[in-house]
């Protein structure tokens, strides 16, 4: 007579997926008997019993009797374990996902995978360009103050601005800092305003204007309508791509593709017979129904901040 550990042969039971009455037809095991046995009513069980339960449930006798434990064999290794990403993203950013996918022949989920390591990249490339150009920037400034001698009639600020000095440790301060969006350039009281008078973050900080040249010099393999608009480091970034893709998609419609580009809807919003269909007609037209819809709701929009502002007597 063996024993069996109630809680070993209940917990493996589920983890295979198997009710009572399951593991009784496959081991031949009455379903009584298995229910006595989970319930630890059965201190000791026939040989053949053990033998027909360990069959089944993928485990050997010693393992059932809790003697030793379990071999947890993993289906996978810890490089090939998969989770879902919980990150919440804009429509646009959903639906350039599936347009690169498609334009380059891989899968959203690889991309997704790349995501950190080209982010990553990008982002050391970018410090590496800003630490070079303040490389550059202090030898010929160097080379300049080399000529005061030359200039003895005239001011110092000829060939050395005092300022400029401040401004260059603000510079190095962010580099060092990884502040890849220069957003510290301002951190602290400053006799002079490191930023360009007519600086817009969004648009100008560092890392945009980098990655803006670099999407330029991609050319002519990325489409020329591609843009980035800019990215502020708190809100989605904002740029525009595949723009071909999307015409594609839609059977040369610029309305629906810039519908989608621009996050109207998400790709995935699109009924299943409509995202698959061969024939783009049904396709383009429900786009063009959700473009005019959001139109129509933007003129709406405006109409009432409009009304609200001249409530106030204030004009756009």
């Given at each position: 007579m063996t024993h069996i550990d109630p809680t070993i042969l209940r917990a493996q039971r589920k983890k295979l997926r198997m009710s009572m009455a399951d593991l009784a037809q496959r081991s031949g095991v009455n379903k009584t008997t298995i229910a006595r046995i989970e319930r630890g009513e059965m201190t000791s069980n026939r040989r053949y019993t053990v033998a027909r339960l360990c069959a089944h449930l993928k485990l050997n006798a010693d393992q059932l009797a809790g003697l030793v434990p379990l071999e947890v064999a993993p289906s996978v290794t810890p490089e090939q374990a998969k989770g879902q990403l919980n990150a919440r993203v804009s429509n646009g950013t959903r639906n350039a996902l599936a347009l690169v996918a498609k334009r380059y022949q891989v899968s959203a989920g690889h991309i997704i995978e790349f995501a950190p390591l080209l982010f990553h990249m990008m982002a050391s490339e970018s410090l590496c360009h800003r630490r070079r150009n303040l490389a550059q920037l202090r030898q010929a400034?160097?080379?300049?103050?080399?000529?005061?001698?030359?200039?003895?009639?005239?001011?110092?600020?000829?060939?050395?601005?005092?300022?400029?000095?401040?401004?260059?440790?603000?510079?190095?301060?962010?580099?060092?800092?990884?502040?890849?969006?220069?957003?510290?350039?301002?951190?602290?009281?400053?006799?002079?305003?490191?930023?360009?008078?007519?600086?817009?973050?969004?648009?100008?900080?560092?890392?945009?204007?980098?990655?803006?040249?670099?999407?330029?010099?991609?050319?002519?393999?990325?489409?020329?309508?591609?843009?980035?608009?800019?990215?502020?480091?708190?809100?989605?970034?904002?740029?525009s791509i595949c723009r071909e893709e999307a015409l594609t998609y839609f059977d040369g419609d610029e309305d629906a593709a810039d519908a989608l580009l621009n996050g109207v809807f998400a790709i995935t919003e699109l009924p299943k017979d409509l995202r698959e269909a061969e024939d783009p007609a049904a396709r383009t037209a429900w786009a063009r129904s959700k473009a005019e819809a959001a139109g129509i709701a933007a003129q709406e929009a405006m109409a009432r901040l409009e009304e609200r502002l001249a409530s106030l007597k204030i004009q756009l």
């Open positions: 400034r160097d080379a300049v103050s080399a000529l005061e001698s030359s200039f003895g009639h005239l001011s110092g600020r000829l060939v050395d601005d005092y300022t400029a000095d401040e401004i260059d440790r603000l510079e190095e301060r962010s580099i060092n800092g990884k502040d890849i969006v220069g957003r510290t350039l301002v951190d602290g009281d400053h006799a002079e305003d490191p930023l360009a008078w007519d600086y817009i973050h969004e648009d100008q900080n560092p890392f945009v204007a980098f990655l803006r040249n670099r999407l330029g010099s991609a050319q002519p393999f990325t489409d020329s309508s591609d843009t980035l608009d800019g990215w502020s480091g708190w809100r989605s970034p904002s740029y």
